[in-house]
């Protein structure tokens, strides 16, 4: 079993692998030391289980798992799910989505970390199946309070029940840690009863994430210093996205390229990588860097195109 079967990363245009079209899909968000997810991937081997981590440590350990038990159908992606649950799944194609022991961000100013925060009923809505379901356990009763009135209030959602310290069939690492303290543990099951659907904000494709400037015009690290580097912007993307950027730095390639480090954010998610500044006979171009490509957002657009700008103001 290969790492590359089981860690995927996702195209920029946050495409996943094509694979078993027909088996039912389910989700694992924030599934720690992977206890869970390869409990579940034992019980449904006609299904996929995808897992997705932030944490490049919990990653590693559930890929151990992974090929310790000859898991086939795990799938495991790095990164924020409220980012990847929306741009990677399409709409209706999910069957169940599970969710333990998330952290609570209790304190008032750190609210929007919360993974159920603003657009994240909005993204289950889109892509689970009509009857499909979001199962969240959680150790904290004013937080199930608030989910249950959140996602609760989407339209295309219904809080199907609610259980106090119902025991699964398997306990999650950070469960077992509050059942230890004497803890109550939350148990809510949110169904999707109507078709719906959210806009993903990754647009178009790697092919047209260039801007060419023609005539070309010379561009030394120099220039790239003087009308690029520490510049930053703001915009609305199309689906109203607060998008920034900023560009932190110019370096020169050894193969004669320009290369800028650039920061970029939607409504919070981050992404760093670098612009390639190339000088052909017929144009320079402005493009994405291959050796990290980042996810097509909008703010990665900006970014190429006010750097293509203040590069012909010169
Ligand atoms: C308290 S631990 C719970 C781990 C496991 N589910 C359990 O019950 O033992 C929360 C996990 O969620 C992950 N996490 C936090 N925010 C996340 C996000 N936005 N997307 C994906 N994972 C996230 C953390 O890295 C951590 O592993």
């Known amino acids: 079993m290969n790492r590359g079967d089981v860690i995927l990363r996702p195209s920029p245009e946050c495409r996943l692998p094509i694979e078993r079209p027909d088996a039912p899909r389910l989700i694992e968000i924030g599934f720690g030391n992977g206890d869970f997810l390869v ?7 006609d299904a996929l289980v995808y897992g997705i981590e932030v944490s490049h440590t919990c990653l590693e350990k559930a890929l151990s798992r992974v090929k310790l038990h000859e898991l086939e159908n795990v799938r495991l992606l790095c990164g924020d799910a409220r980012f990847l649950v929306r741009e990677c799944f ?11 022991f998330p952290c609570p961000w209790p304190k008032e100013r750190h609210a929007r ?20 379901v979001f199962e969240l356990a959680t150790d904290e009763g004013w937080y199930a309070d608030e989910v249950a009135e959140i996602l609760g209030a989407h339209e295309a959602l ?14 999650t690492k950070y469960e077992r840690k509050w059942l230890e303290m004497g803890k109550d543990i ?26 060419r400037i ?14 690029v580097t520490g510049q930053t912007g703001c915009a609305r993307g199309r689906h109203g996205e607060d998008s920034h950027w900023a560009f932190r730095g110019g370096f020169a390639a050894t193969d004669g390229t320009l ?7 939607d409504s919070g998610y981050e992404q760093k990588f670098y612009l390639k500044i190339v000088e052909r006979p017929e144009c320079t171009l402005v493009k994405l860097d291959g050796v990290f490509l980042p996810y097509l957002t909008p ?5 190429i195109e006010d750097a293509a700008r203040r590069l012909q103001k010169r």
């Open 39 to 45: 409990h579940l991937a034992q019980k449904r081997p």
């Open 90 to 100: 399409a709409d209706n194609s999910v069957e169940r989505i599970y969710m333990s």
């Open 113 to 132: 970390r919360r993974v159920t925060s603003e657009g994240f009923s909005g993204s289950l809505a889109s892509v689970l199946q009509v009857g499909g």
């Open 158 to 171: 219904r809080m199907a029940d609610r259980k106090l310290n119902h025991r699964r069939e398997l306990t």
């Open 186 to 211: 939350h148990h809510l099951y949110f169904e999707k009863t109507a078709l719906w659907s959210v806009p993903r904000m990754v647009e178009g494709s790697i092919d047209d994430m260039h801007v």
């Open 214 to 227: 023609s005539p070309a015009i010379p561009v030394s690290l120099e220039l790239l210093n003087e009308t």
């Open 259 to 265: 290369l800028e480090e650039t920061i970029c954010s």
């Open 299 to 303: 703010s990665v657009r900006f970014a």
